[in-house]
């Protein structure tokens, strides 16, 4: 079966496996948004 995929013709996506995906996106735009943040708050300090 490919990635993704369960059953016996693998014609079932496996639930679990894309959660685990879309959990793993979540978390990668969670630290970006945060960083950014930070870089801003940073910005503010120094310049003012």
């Known amino acids: 079966c490919d990635e993704g ?3 016996a013709r ?3 996506v496996d639930l ?3 959660r685990g995906d879309r959990g793993q996106i979540l978390v ?3 630290i970006a948004v945060m960083v950014v943040f930070i870089i ?3 910005g ?3 310049c003012c």
């Open 5 to 7: 995929y369960i059953g």
């Open 10 to 12: 693998c014609e079932r």
């Open 16 to 18: 679990f496996y894309l």
């Open 28 to 30: 990668i735009c969670m």
């Open 40 to 42: 801003l708050v940073i």
């Open 44 to 46: 503010v300090c120094t």
